[in-house]
């Protein structure tokens, strides 16, 4: 069974850093694209990154561009997200994302990472993991 595990949320202060982690559970990351999106209380799921399986193209939300860094270590068959100058609307629940079709990463980033349709592309999504930002 396909399913990604996050962990690695917490409490930060503003400025601070976290590093999510997906790790695969039941599957190969190789041949998944991977990606991370989040939701905060009262809003919709929005795309943050994701990274294409095919060759290792990565792509990033607006607000996250510069701070935020999806990184893949094959070896360890896990996925990170690492998150520098949080700020407090980065504050929501995190969520890994998998799916091994053609170009849904691609795909995503043409749709807009945080358009409101980016989300059904998915089709695995783990349990999620909560990131609050203090100010």
């Known amino acids: 069974q396909v399913q990604p595990v996050e962990s690695g949320g917490g409490l930060v202060q503003t400025g601070g850093s976290l590093r999510l982690s997906c790790a695969a559970s039941?599957?190969?990351?190789?041949?998944?694209?991977i990606g991370w999106f989040r939701q905060a209380p009262g809003k919709d799921r929005e795309g943050v990154s994701c990274?294409?399986?095919?060759?290792?193209?990565?792509y990033y939300e607006d607000s996250v561009q510069g701070r935020f860094t999806i990184i893949k270590d094959s070896a360890q068959n896990t996925v990170y997200l690492q998150m520098n100058s949080l700020r407090p609307e980065d504050t929501a629940v995190y969520y890994c994302?998998?799916?091994?079709?053609?170009?849904?990463?691609?795909?995503?980033?043409?749709?807009?990472?945080?358009?409101?349709?980016?989300?059904?592309?998915?089709?695995?999504w783990g349990q999620g993991t909560q990131v609050t930002v203090s100010s």
């Open positions: 039941g599957f190969k990351m190789d041949y998944y694209d």
């Open positions: 990274i294409s399986k095919a060759d290792g193209t990565t």
């Open positions: 994302v998998a799916d091994n079709h053609p170009k849904v990463c691609d795909l995503s980033h043409e749709l807009g990472l945080t358009h409101h349709q980016t989300w059904y592309r998915w089709a695995y």
